[in-house]
């Protein structure tokens, strides 16, 4: 099936948002096993009409975000009646619908949403329960000799579950029942590349009948998905944690601090943090996720010298030995805050962000961490991540908790 | 002049990477008065053909990403030269610089380099400080009926430079001495939505000649930039310094962050946080600028009433009563921080990130800042921001931050 994506809104091409819907499309329509051969960004306006017309012959799926709004210059929804020479009619669902949302804002409706109510004939509504103008289905039509075609709103928050609720069934049934909607897995690896991932998994995992791979990097990070039939996704797993054993952060799409936060509610424990050169970033990316009350109580951010021994009880002979970016001072910050916090774990963090502050010795991007815990060893050790200033903080911060969901998988870190 | 973009790259397509390339652009040739007209994302590989063939009668210049590398599916070089019928040669100075980083980093030079030295006839090569793969500016050429093309490669680190550096300049010869480029300045203006910018300026601003209005929002904060002749766009400057005054965080691209360590720096002043619903979003954010070490020393991230008490000295008595979001306990928050720190400015936050958590009295997304300074009174007030979670801390952040602007440029807090 061959799917291509039209994305209208001026705003993209003065790079005043950017198109975060072609990345959406992309990663879903992979787990049904298809991928999009096309995309194209065009204003609003009547520009929509000519590349509907060079797409009709050459794809059977086309997915059209945005212009479906209420102005002027909206005018997917009339556009594509137009060209199939479908009669638009006054769908009152729709516009029951969309007073209903506005008398509940306590908001007057306004008449300029009636358009959003028009429907071409033979179109199916796709609802829009998180705003006011609905997605449309508008089925091939051999006449006009246009493929399936979907209009979706733009907002993320009303394209993206439209899509999962109500897109990506109906092209599943378009699969029909031959189409083998694959299952997928998904393995989060840290600290390998995804070349280096590719490399290694290719050879072994190819030979394995009916299975694809995708491959997604972040900040140290790469999912590896595999994709195919049952019998072959569990062989190909089993080849994946054979290798990758404790570099597999989840088997999951879940982020870091979920992983984190979910092995630490199992345990009844806690966490503390005292950041350096994160200057906090740990600690709010532990609090990113619901529920991390419970698991984390208090952090610091130790940023001068003075506050790593006033806050932690790092002593200042050791800073003056050492240096504040050692193994030993973020020992000692550990050590200090896990005592000073009553958590059962504490994540130190110190190092040279840049793009100033670097030495002959200890050059921008030097970052040691350490991890404390009740009952294990201390661990510190000495990481190099030379990016750019905000990047560094991303990634270090990565670093950082993965070593500590290691250790809460019960891997010694060395 | 039309300008059209075309992305290549399968990774776009699969949702691995989106696609910033395009605001990059699209901001940066709005600052020329330029517009993108349309922009296409093809798959490595030789669908780049097509889409150039229906671009070349359309428009004047064309943008082309990606597909300049050494691996076989990097076919943009190749493809374009054979459109053109123009042949191909080596370019000796391409293949000295690839050998020379390759030198300097330590590396083996590979020969499927030589690909990338491989330039076509009448092209000017675009260095790349910061990679392999050079770029390519290829002329307009009337027998073959082609525009201006330019070849850029996809990393975002090599792109940005050559594109600033290299093809500005180019593009802006191409636009005749003849073009104006306009002026530009952007005002940079917190706490007035989009559209409510949109209705309050344009009535005032479009009757001002030769100027153009620009906006780009985003986290509670608007860029508006006025671009025209300086004529035009001082006359339009001094109506919006009037409208929104204090409201004006700056009047350049700088982040909040920037404003505040220069604010900072010209008082040899210091500012540090006490957090609660942030978790040290506000701390990291301060950080995330290079010489914010002068400027801010220590921060408390206090998620329980535990850590409230026991780090800023706020009372139990005190959070019994009023609850941890209320303006009682933020502003013994900032007290005790300002204190504890030695700071000159504290901000301090207590709000309810959400999802859940919430009370009929004390809904998700109420939140109390605090800011207190040495030599002025301190200052306390509600917010309501009733956002996802990870919104939620990005926006109350802004909104802490912006106030703590004011507060250094002398405005009274209320």
Known sequence: MRIEV????????????????????????????????????????????????????????ILITGGLGPTNDDLTREVVAEMLGHELHLDQSILDSIEEM?????????????????????????????????GLYVPADEKAGSPHMFLIPGPPRELKPMFLDQVVPQIKSLLGEDHQIATWRNFRIYGVGESTLANEMEPVLEPIEGLELGYCARLGEVDLRLIGSDEAVDAASKIVREKYGRQIMTESEDPIEKVILELL???????STAESCTGGFIASTLTNVSGSSSTFHRGFVTYSNEAKTELLGVSPDLLAEHGAVSNEVVAAMAGGCLERSGADHAIAISGIAGPTGGTKEKKVGTVHIAIASRNEPLFAKKFFQPVERIAFKERVTRLALDLLRQRLQGFTLD
Do not use: C, W, Y
């Open 265 to 271: 509610l199992e345990k009844g424990e806690t966490v």
């Open 6 to 61: 039209v994305n209208t809104g001026t705003e993209l091409l003065l790079g005043k948002v950017i198109n975060t819907h072609l990345g959406f499309f992309g990663q879903e329509l992979f787990k049904l096993g298809l991928r999009i051969q096309r995309q194209t960004t065009i204003p609003d306006g009547d520009e929509i009409r000519t590349v509907l017309q060079n797409a009709f012959s050459r794809t059977d799926v």
């Open 102 to 134: 506005f008398r509940s804002r306590g908001l007057k409706q306004n008449r300029s949403n009636d358009r959003q109510a028009m429907v071409p004939e033979g179109a199916v509504v796709l609802h829009n329960p998180n705003g006011t103008a609905p």
